[in-house]
């Protein structure tokens, strides 16, 4: 078992700055692809971004340039720049043992979740 624990959310002006982080505790030991999703209100989850063991990493095209996936010790980060009106939502960080990492990996295949944490972006 895994268990996530996620912090760092709030409110911002845009253009503002956050860094959310992930708290892993369990059987860290394993070899997880690491991802961090969305939930707009009445959306889908949106995949963000995601980091696999190998530290190769993917963004969605509409935080690149602007978002950053990290991984170090247990802890996921995401630091969000320049954040937008529509970067509004519940974000939750996620984990799993098995072969594929998001993209390429539906959100849905993912075994591990946190409770998320609340970014809302208004002026």
């Known amino acids: 078992q895994l268990h996530l624990v996620e912090s760092g959310g709030g409110s911002v002006q845009p253009g503002g700055s956050l860094r959310l982080s992930c708290a892993a505790s369990g059987y860290t030991d394993w070899r997880y692809c690491w991802g961090w999703f969305r939930q707009a209100p009445g959306k889908e989850h949106e995949g963000v971004a995601s980091?696999?063991?190998?530290?190769r990493i993917t963004y969605a095209d509409s935080v690149k340039g602007r978002f950053t996936i990290s991984n170090n010790k247990n802890t996921l980060s995401l630091q969000m720049n320049s954040l937008k009106l529509e970067d509004t939502a519940m974000y939750y960080c996620a984990a799993d043992p098995l072969g594929g990492c998001w993209p390429q990996k539906h959100w849905s295949g993912y075994n591990y979740w946190g409770q998320g944490t609340q970014v809302t972006v208004s002026s």
């Open positions: 980091i696999d063991s190998d530290g």
